[in-house]
Each structure stands twice: as structure tokens, then as C-alpha cells.
């Protein structure tokens, strides 16, 4: 058996980005809107007449991504929203912590064709792969310069605070709906779109 190891670059943020940093009251940020690199593939894959107007999401995050450096330990935690989509990391942040996630879904951003699609073929948006979203959990006092540094750039236009961490329902991803109901937004279940990745 061979092993091998590279140093594949350098370290640019000082501070660990880890679960095990979130505390009680943090904020949770989506970089933008979710859902629509899985379904453009779908549509694509199946030759779906109702995904002209889709169009992959797929970006290179790095240069938002270091936008978010500016908020030093003010920055807890970030993960890209692929396999799985925002419904899978925001339940990966939570296991292990002894607390859990609120979430309002009509802060969730979902572009209009994305939504229309994902509600004609009976798919969750929400549990579908990005390739050009991430999710960064802040400090409460550093949401609002979170917001206005991914606002700045071109990927981070549609950012949005969707939601914050508390102690009730520690370990689960609480989701308020758009009519006001409260569901579990559980790991997405069965069978996940194909990756091509």
C-alpha cells in the first residue's frame, strides 16, 4: 500500500470553521438562491421541456467566500450546499452540537423557474444540489456586515439571513413555513438526484 501527502496551498483564515463553534443566538446566511443546478441537470438529463429557463448555479465561490474573512471569529462556520443541498448542511452543522437550527422558509431564496419547476415534478428545492451556494453560520453582531460584504460582490447579490441557532430542538433544523406551520427539515431521504461531479 502507498501513501502519499501534498501541500496543496496555504492557510489564509486564522480562525477554525466548524460546527463545533456554533453557539446559541449565531445566524445562519445563504450566499443565494438554492435549487437550481440540480433541476437544470434533471431537465436536462430527461430532456424536460419545463427546464429551458433553468441554468445551473455552478461558480467559483472562493472570491465571495474571502469576503467573509473580514469578520475574523465573527465567522463560525461555512460549507458549499452541493450533495444533498441546504436541507443536508444545515442538519450537518447542527449533529454533534448541543443545539439546533430555526429557519424561516420565506427568507429561503429559490429563483421563480426553480420553484415552478421543483413543484411540477414533486422535487424539494431545498434538498436539491447547488454548485454555486454556500452556507455561513456569524456571530448575531456580525450578520449585518456578512450581508453587506456577499451583497457586494456579483455571487452574493441575493444573500439572505434565513434563519438562527437555539437550544430548542437541539441537533434538528426547525422550519417555519411560509404559512406559518412548523415542520423538522430532516436529511433529505431516498433517492438523491445523480451527481455528475
Given at each position: 500500500?502507498?501513501?502519499?501527502?501534498?501541500?496543496?496551498?496555504?492557510?489564509?483564515?486564522?480562525?477554525?470553521?466548524?460546527?463545533?463553534?456554533?453557539?446559541?443566538?449565531?445566524?445562519?446566511?445563504?450566499?443565494?438562491?438554492?435549487?437550481?443546478?440540480?433541476?437544470?441537470?434533471?431537465?436536462?438529463?430527461?430532456?424536460?421541456?419545463?427546464?429551458?429557463?433553468?441554468?445551473?448555479d455552478a461558480a467559483f465561490?472562493?472570491?465571495?467566500?474571502?469576503?467573509?474573512?473580514?469578520?475574523?471569529?465573527?465567522?463560525?462556520?461555512?460549507?458549499?450546499?452541493?450533495?444533498?443541498?441546504?436541507?443536508?448542511?444545515?442538519?450537518?452543522?447542527?449533529?454533534?452540537?448541543?443545539?439546533?437550527?430555526?429557519?424561516?422558509?420565506?427568507?429561503?431564496?429559490?429563483?421563480?423557474e426553480a420553484l415552478a419547476?421543483?413543484?411540477?415534478?414533486?422535487?424539494n428545492p431545498l434538498e436539491?444540489?447547488?454548485?454555486?451556494?454556500?452556507?455561513?453560520?456569524?456571530?448575531?453582531?456580525?450578520?449585518?456586515?456578512?450581508?453587506?460584504?456577499?451583497?457586494?460582490?456579483?455571487?452574493?447579490?441575493?444573500?439572505?439571513?434565513?434563519?438562527?441557532?437555539?437550544?430548542?430542538?437541539?441537533?434538528?433544523?426547525?422550519?417555519?413555513?411560509?404559512?406559518?406551520?412548523?415542520?423538522?427539515?430532516?436529511?433529505?431521504?431516498?433517492?438523491?438526484?445523480?451527481?455528475?461531479?
Amino acid at each position: 500500500m502507498y501513501v502519499t501527502t501534498a501541500g496543496l496551498g496555504r492557510r489564509e483564515f486564522p480562525h477554525p470553521l466548524s460546527p463545533s463553534r456554533i453557539r446559541e443566538g449565531d445566524r445562519v446566511i445563504v450566499s443565494g438562491p438554492v435549487g437550481a443546478h440540480g433541476l437544470a441537470v434533471l431537465a436536462a438529463r430527461e430532456s424536460l421541456p419545463v427546464g429551458k429557463g433553468l441554468v445551473s448555479d455552478a461558480a467559483f465561490l472562493y472570491p465571495s467566500v474571502k469576503l467573509l474573512f473580514a469578520l475574523g471569529e465573527g465567522l463560525r462556520f461555512m460549507r458549499d450546499a452541493t450533495r444533498g443541498g441546504l436541507a443536508a448542511v444545515l442538519n450537518e452543522a447542527v449533529q454533534g452540537t448541543g443545539v439546533g437550527m430555526e429557519v424561516e422558509e420565506a427568507e429561503i431564496p429559490i429563483a421563480g423557474e426553480a420553484l415552478a419547476v421543483s413543484s411540477l415534478l414533486g422535487v424539494n428545492p431545498l434538498e436539491t444540489a447547488n454548485e454555486g451556494v454556500f452556507v455561513a453560520v456569524v456571530a448575531p453582531e456580525a450578520e449585518v456586515e456578512a450581508l453587506r460584504l456577499l451583497r457586494s460582490h456579483p455571487l452574493g447579490r441575493e444573500a439572505r439571513g434565513i434563519g438562527r441557532l437555539a437550544i430548542k430542538n437541539p441537533q434538528s433544523v426547525m422550519l417555519t413555513t411560509r404559512i406559518g406551520g412548523r415542520r423538522v427539515l430532516d436529511f433529505p431521504r431516498g433517492l438523491l438526484l445523480p451527481r455528475i461531479c
